[in-house]
Structure formats: C-alpha cells, structure tokens
C-alpha cells in the first residue's frame, strides 16, 4: 500500500519561531509537494519537488522554503512563524511526468497553530 | 490560465438520496481530471480519475463522474448517499505533462439522517 507520512497531525509554534514539517513517501516517487488548505479556498500548491535538490515555487511561496536532500523526503521551513500561516499542511507524491498516471497521493497532514 | 470551479459550497442531502457535485474545468485540451475526497481530519483520497476513454468513470465507494467536453464538466454523482459520505470533496485538474495539480475550492456535503 502507497503511503505519506507526515511528522506531526497538531503543531502549535509561537510567533517568529523556525518550523520544520516533515514529509516522507516510501513509493519511490519522484515528485513531492506542500499545499495548504484553507476554508473556501481549497489546497494552494506552496511548493514542489521534482527531483532531489530540485525544487520549484509553486502559488504562494512566500514565506516558506523546501528541502529535498533525499528521494522519499520533502521538507518545509517556516523561517519565522507568523500568525497568518495557521493552517492544514498537506504533503503529497506523483510518480514522474510522463510515466504511467500522475495522480497524487497524500498525507494525512499537519494542522499548524501559530500563536 | 486553467481553473478548476466548485459552484457549490455546501450540499445537504438526505441519506439514501442521489448525489451529484458539480465541477467544470477550463483548459483547451482534455485535461486530467480527478475527484478527491477529504473525510473531517484527514487526508485526500482519491476516488477516481478520467485521463481518456470511456466517458463515465467509476471510482471506490459506489462514485461515479461522467466527463462532458461539450460543457467542460466533469460532475461526481452517487445514487444512494450513506451517512458516511458526509466529508469535503475536492475537483482537480492536470495539464497533460505537468506536475501542478489544480485544485477547485471544494463541496462540502452534508447527510441528512
């Protein structure tokens, strides 16, 4: 069975604070992405990753920045935590581009609280 | 630039009712398309995906979408709804070769006992 995982289900920070939210896939995908969700605004791709040490900006990247040192882990840095990035992170996967489908496979998430 | 639109918000219906969820895409060329559903405090599950063929695909838990490139829709329906199916639903859409999923705002759906 494919699976994400994702290091915390509930995070609260403080304000300013450095946030680190993990995501590991163990399906040897190649790409891996961080979205937020948001009520009535559905999920906003922050950023991706199509390779080790690639990434790329996605919607709202500001704010945020990624890690890809390995293949199955994706990480996201919140330099300095601020009240507006309270929100559901979603952490998700797709095998590559142009081979076989490009579905994407989630995990369960991380409700950050940003106090 | 390609969007995904989820008219409705929220739906109620009653359970053992029928079932369907609006989504219309814009893009040129037949996109990816895919449902996903999201049960409160949890991830995305994918119920089912269109990438070509027959029109009318069937997913997991009794779902079906029927892809429409005369309206640019393609709507999620169920004919019997269960309590169970109370969760937020999302539409998305893939250009052929891309990586970006886009994302419709979402239905939530409630059941009625």
């Known amino acids: 069975d494919v699976k994400v995982t994702q290091s915390s289900r509930y995070l609260v920070k403080r304000t300013g604070e450095k946030v680190f939210l993990e995501c590991v896939q163990d399906?040897?995908?190649?790409?891996m992405f961080w979205y937020r969700q948001d009520p009535g605004l559905g999920l906003r791709l922050i950023y991706f990753s199509y390779d080790v040490k690639m990434k790329e900006k996605g919607d709202i990247p500001e704010g945020y920045s990624v890690s890809r040192e390995k293949k199955e882990r994706f990480s996201l840095i919140l330099e300095s935590a601020s009240t507006n990035q309270t929100s559901m992170y979603l952490c998700?996967?797709?095998?590559?581009?142009?081979?076989?489908?490009?579905?994407?496979?989630f995990g369960p998430g991380t409700r950050l609280t940003v106090l | 630039a390609q969007s995904v639109t989820q008219p409705d918000i929220h739906i109620t219906v009653s359970e053992g009712a029928s079932l369907e969820l609006r989504c219309n895409y814009s893009?040129?060329?037949?996109?990816?398309l895919f449902w996903y559903v999201q049960s409160p405090g949890q991830g995305l599950q994918l119920l089912l995906k269109?990438?070509?063929?027959?029109?009318l695909v069937q997913g997991i838990k009794g779902f079906e979408a029927e892809f429409k490139r005369s309206q640019s829709s393609f709507n999620l329906r169920k004919p019997s709804v269960h309590w169970s199916d109370a969760a937020e639903y999302f539409c998305?859409?893939?250009?052929?070769?891309?990586?970006?999923?886009?994302f419709g705002s979402g239905t939530r759906l409630l059941v009625r006992p």
């Open positions: 269109y990438f070509s063929g027959d029109t």
């Open positions: 998305a859409s893939l250009m052929d070769s891309s990586y970006k999923l886009i």
């Open positions: 998700a996967s797709s095998p590559q581009a142009g081979v076989g489908y490009n579905e994407q496979f």
């Open positions: 893009y040129g060329a037949t996109p990816y």
């Open positions: 399906m040897d995908h190649e790409n």
